[in-house]
Every structure is written in C-alpha cells, then in structure tokens.
C-alpha cells in the first residue's frame, strides 16, 4: 500500500510539475507576442534626389522595426521619377519635390488615394567652403568669371531657382543645367563652377565640402513635397506602413533634423 501510495503521489507531481510547464510556456508566448506591423517583402519608394539622406535613414530605421522588410530606394529628379512610374517602373511608394510632378502621377491615375504633403524645402547658395568668390546674394551669380550651375526647369529645384531669380530681377547663364540636385551640387563639390542654386537640406547633408548661404528671394520659391502609395503597388501593405512611417513623429525628427520644413 506504501508504494502504491508512493507512486501515486510521484505520478501526481509530475502531472502538476507538467501543468506549471504548460501553463509557464503559455504564459511566456504571450509576453513574447509580436508587436511589429508585420509588413515583410520588398518596398520600393521612388523619392525625390534631395530626399536621399533623410529617406536611407528612414528606411534603416523602418527595416530594424520590420526584420522581414527590404525597403530598396530609386533617387532620381522628381520629373524623371514621375515619367518611369507612368511608364509602368515597378514601384510602391513615391516621394516628389514638388505637387506639379506629382500632379503628372495622379493625373495619370496612378495614385492610391491623395498625395499627402510631409515638408517643405527652400533654396540657398551653395558655394565652395570659404566662399572664395565671395558671393553674397543673386546679384553676384551675374559677375564676370563666376560658374553657376543650375537644376533644368523641369525639375522642381529648376523651378524653384527659376521663380527666385525672377522675383529677384536677375537673368545668369549658367554654365551647366542638372537634372537634378545631387548632380547641381556636386559640381560645387568638384570645384567646376563657384555656385549653384541647392536646397538647404542638400547642403546641410556636406557641410565639410560647401556652404550654403541664405537669401530673401528663396522665401517666396518653397516647394511642398507630397507622398502617396502607388496603384500599382507590388507591396500596398508595406507602402502604407512606410509612408505611415514616413508621417510619424519619428519620421518628423528625422526630416526636421536634415533641415526640412513642416508643411
């Protein structure tokens, strides 16, 4: 009977030890459950060139909240960026410089719901660190022996320097136009011209290399940047989540942070 009665309580406690495990683990996948947004796959943003700083942080920043996410960049002028997406370039995410490029999107019919506006940018005076021409304000683009370069017109950092010298009563040739910013302020960088007509952000991002100097006349030739998801989506619930991402106060921090207005 002793050993019956032995057995018995050993059986008991090994199925009470095998309750606490079962109730134990059950316990800890809840305190284990996954918070994420779930979002896996590919997530291919088209953003404007003068993004490319704040937007390779985001997407870092995006891809450590979601391990499963790949977040893969196209940085080009916004015009150019609107023509490849119209022309059916796999894409889920665009970022424009500005509403006419984005305008040539919806128009087109390949917005997924409005385009929402997330900063604004404005134009300085890049120039070499030091300022060895001496430039001070518009005026001085115009002075014999200074090499400007300027975005094309198409592109909205063109359209916004072309609104600036107008408001400013100057007319310059420059010597290069870019189809895009990046490649406007490389030429300060590479020391082939003296100038050139660049966001802020743009140069706040090289502050070793150049200088960018303020000036009244960008006040009136702001660019408001607009994003939406793209109808043609590969991945609609990772572009929703980036562009969710994009718009949260985390994205905000960093924006600001790069020198981006609030809208």
């Known amino acids: ?19 606490g495990s079962d109730d134990s683990g059950n316990t800890g ?30 997407g870092k920043d995006f891809e450590a909240a979601n391990p499963g996410a790949t977040v893969k960049f196209n940085f080009a ?3 150019a960026l609107a023509t ?6 796999p894409a889920d995410v665009f970022a424009s410089a500005a509403p006419a490029n984005m305008k040539t ?22 120039v070499p660190k030091g300022n060895p021409k001496g430039v001070k304000g518009l005026a ?41 910013v990046k490649a406007a302020l490389s030429k300060v960088k590479l020391g082939e011209v003296d100038a050139a007509l660049v966001y802020r952000t743009d140069a706040k991002a090289v502050p070793n290399d150049v200088e960018g100097l303020e000036f009244p006349e960008s006040a009136g030739a702001t660019n408001d940047y607009p994003i939406v998801t793209l109808k043609g989506a590969k991945n609609p619930a990772g572009a929703k989540a980036f562009v969710a991402h994009v718009l949260s106060d985390k994205g905000k921090a960093v924006l600001t942070g790069a020198g981006f207005q609030a809208p």
């Open 1 to 19: 009977m002793r050993v019956a009665v032995t057995a018995l309580s050993a059986f008991a406690l090994l199925a009470l030890s095998g309750c």
């Open 29 to 58: 996948a809840a305190a284990g459950t996954d918070t994420s947004t779930g979002v896996t796959g590919t997530v291919n943003v088209f953003a404007a060139a003068s993004l490319t700083e704040s937007f390779t942080k985001l």
């Open 77 to 79: 002028g916004s015009s």
């Open 84 to 89: 490849q997406i119209n022309q059916g370039a």
């Open 105 to 126: 999107v919806t128009d087109a019919g390949g917005a997924d719901g409005a385009p929402t506006t997330f900063v604004r940018n404005q134009l300085v005076i890049a």
């Open 140 to 180: 001085d683009l115009t002075r014999p022996g200074v090499k400007v370069a300027l975005c094309a017109e198409q592109v909205p950092c063109g359209a916004a320097a072309k609104k600036a010298l107008d408001t400013a009563g100057v007319k310059l040739t420059p010597v290069t136009l870019e189809q895009d």
